[in-house]
């Protein structure tokens, strides 16, 4: 089946730095990816939709300049947390809809990504 | 806007048991349903989905029917297995399913031999 990756799985950071987190889709064309956040014993919420060459789509509430997306080629998506803060800390997970999928609703998603930031 | 409210856990279970968990949604128009499925250290599963009032979704033993004179998309199984044990997700995508998901919180289902 298709598979989706994220790297790193896990990131210690200390506050004020940048962090990039990428999502890859390692069999198949992705023409688009989501990202989620999820904190703990929460939902999976939506942040952002990106496709291939043009700007992500943030949803409400999500500050598109401290959470730079970039969706530079058909397999690869990269989550930049700039100036991170401990209340940024949770788990990041990325999906990816492949470009010839019969069905628009298919996603496949990525193990995610811990960020804690001190 | 949308949501998705299923039952908390965690919930436990011996081998063979049946099982249900409640999932209800609030939304506008004809979303689609899913349930996901998380290994311990795996990404996301689409376990199983329907599209449309009254289509039953199957995949491994689990049911689901989506519901809409009541809102709701509960998951069953007849007989849980050891190897069920993970987080299960309810979630919806607006019609069309060309938008992200919306998601539950889901629900940590241990199975007990």
């Known amino acids: 089946g298709a598979v989706v990756s994220q790297h790193p799985s896990r990131v210690i950071c200390k506050s004020g730095t940048s962090v990039k987190i990428e999502c890859r889709s390692l069999?198949?064309?992705?023409?688009?990816m989501f990202w989620y956040r999820q904190f703990p014993k929460q939902s999976l919420m939506l942040m952002a939709t990106?496709?291939?060459?043009?700007?992500?789509?943030?949803e409400q509430g999500v500050e598109k300049d401290k959470f730079l997306i970039n969706h530079a080629s058909l397999t690869l998506s990269t989550l930049t947390v700039t100036s991170a803060h401990p209340e940024d800390s949770s788990f990041y997970i990325c999906?990816?809809?492949?470009?010839?999928?019969?069905?628009?609703?298919?996603?496949?998603f990525g193990p995610g990504t811990r960020l804690l930031v001190l | 806007g949308n949501s998705v409210t299923q039952m908390e856990g965690p919930v436990t279970l011996s081998e063979e048991a049946f099982l249900t968990i409640n999932c209800t949604y609030t939304?506008?128009?004809?979303?689609?349903l899913f349930w996901y499925v998380q290994y311990p250290g795996e990404g996301l599963q689409l376990l199983l989905k329907?599209?449309?009032?009254?289509d039953k979704g199957s995949n491994k033993g689990f049911e689901a029917t989506y519901r809409k004179e009541t809102t709701s998309f509960h998951l069953e199984k007849g007989s849980v297995q050891v190897s069920d044990s993970a987080v299960y997700f309810c979630?919806?995508?607006?019609?069309?399913?060309?938008?992200?998901?919306?998601f539950g919180k889901g629900t940590h289902l241990i199975i007990q031999p």
């Open positions: 069999d198949f064309q992705a023409t688009t």
């Open positions: 979630a919806l995508s607006p019609g069309g399913g060309a938008d992200g998901l919306t």
């Open positions: 329907a599209t449309k009032a009254d």
């Open positions: 939304a506008t128009g004809y979303p689609s």
């Open positions: 990106s496709n291939e060459g043009s700007k992500a789509t943030y």
């Open positions: 999906s990816a809809r492949p470009r010839l999928a019969v069905n628009q609703e298919t996603q496949y």
